[in-house]
């Protein structure tokens, strides 16, 4: 079963920036949060991963809690491209040979 | 782009029959590991090669196997094809150590009749 909670969907007007939350209150010390997205039918799109620090690249930001019990992928500036399905993924480094273990996600869509 | 290949994109098969699917992996890379994806749902884990060799499975019956090739490549084969398969069947690559984040193929849409 998947590690983390997310909202099942949220809107967003284009060129403000998404704040999408995640969950994970179980998290253990070693794993990481890692960031996916999936636009319809397509194969899901490495975003972005982070173990404690704030992380930044040129799609995005994610910031973690202190308590590292939640986080939030920000979008700064969303796009009719952004609409997909994004997944938080709570594992260790790579998900490794156990897989990477997908919820259902939060399907976030950006309107004109 | 990722530079995961997987072919055919789509294909039907019905009932009984065999399925082979194929990943090219990312240059550099000497991980695969396969997921399928129904409808609706998040992708779920299938199995991992690593070397040549099943490092990790997820919960699917013997009847998905995989093979993986000296040049990191990679098959799934499904024996006896059930209409609950037809689903979106990904690969995703990583490497060269393990543990390392994934990137993920276009998949493969196979639909049994």
Not at chain 1, 2 to 9: D, G, L, M, R, Y
Not at chain 1, 10 to 30: F, K, V, W
Not at chain 2, 46 to 64: M, V
Request: glycine content about 10%; overall charge negative.
């Amino acid at each position: 079963d998947a590690k983390t909670t997310q909202p099942p969907s949220m809107d967003c007007a284009e060129g403000r920036a998404a704040n999408l939350p995640c969950n994970h209150s179980t998290i253990s010390g070693n794993e990481y949060v890692y960031w996916y997205r999936q636009i319809h039918s397509q194969g899901p799109q490495y975003i972005i991963h982070g173990l404690k620090n704030n992380e930044t690249n040129e799609m995005a930001s994610l910031i973690i809690t202190e308590d590292r019990k939640s986080s939030t992928l920000i979008l700064p500036h969303a796009t009719l491209r952004d609409t997909a399905v994004y997944y938080c993924i709570v594992e260790y480094s790579g998900g490794g040979a156990d897989g990477l273990t997908f919820g259902k996600g939060t399907h976030l869509i950006i309107q004109p | 782009e990722t530079g995961v290949t997987q072919s055919p994109t789509h294909l039907i098969k019905t009932r009984g029959q065999q399925v082979t699917l194929r990943c090219s992996s990312q240059s550099g890379h000497n991980t695969v590991s396969w997921y399928q994806q129904a409808l609706g749902q998040g992708p779920q884990f299938i199995f991992q090669y690593y070397r040549e060799e099943e490092n990790g499975r997820g919960n699917f019956p013997p009847r998905f196997s995989g093979l993986q090739f000296p040049n990191y490549s990679s098959e799934l084969n499904v024996n006896a094809l059930e209409l609950d398969d037809s689903a979106l069947y990904l690969c995703a690559s990583s490497g060269p150590q393990s543990r390392e984040t994934q990137y993920f193929g276009p998949g493969t849409r196979l639909l049994v009749l």
